[in-house]
């Protein structure tokens, strides 16, 4: 498993666990929801990365993110696919939802993620067809 691999593994592993893992990402960070999201668009920083996983999660009473792959693709980018399973903290109601991200690796730190709606998304924003992922 390479390092950028590993990395991103450990990311998404920390955050069943409620923590963003700061010390995985450089300080000058940016992170980019999916446009179809109703969230804030880009998060910067280390307060950003917080703030992103808070609005992430707050509507929800319980959440587990299951990895559903994560695979290099060239030096230094890195593609997620994951699943948060939850429930809704208004109604109860069980929630699923999957997204793929494509995160860039620095010296050892992630510093850029951009999330995308769904793993073709992320592959043809990454200049790959479906059939090459």
């Known amino acids: 498993m390479s390092e950028n ?37 880009t998060y910067r920083g280390h307060a950003g990365l917080r703030r992103w996983w808070q609005q992430f999660t707050d509507p929800f009473s319980e959440v587990e993110i299951e990895i559903d792959e994560v695979r290099e693709l060239d030096d ?3 593609l997620t696919v994951q699943t948060l ?23 050892g730190k992630i510093v850029h993620a951009d999330g995308y709606a769904s793993k073709r998304r992320a592959l043809r924003a990454a200049g790959l067809s479906a059939s090459q992922g």
Do not use: H, M, Q
Request: proline letters at 6%.
């Open 5 to 41: 691999v590993d990395l991103a593994n450990r990311w998404l592993r920390g955050l069943n666990r409620g923590d963003v893992c700061t010390e995985l990402w450089d300080p000058d960070l940016t992170v980019a929801n999916p446009p179809e999201w109703a969230f804030e668009r």
């Open 76 to 78: 230094g980018r890195v």
């Open 85 to 107: 399973r939850g429930r809704f903290r208004a109604t109860g109601l069980p929630a699923e939802l999957t997204w793929a991200g494509i995160g860039t690796v620095r010296n």
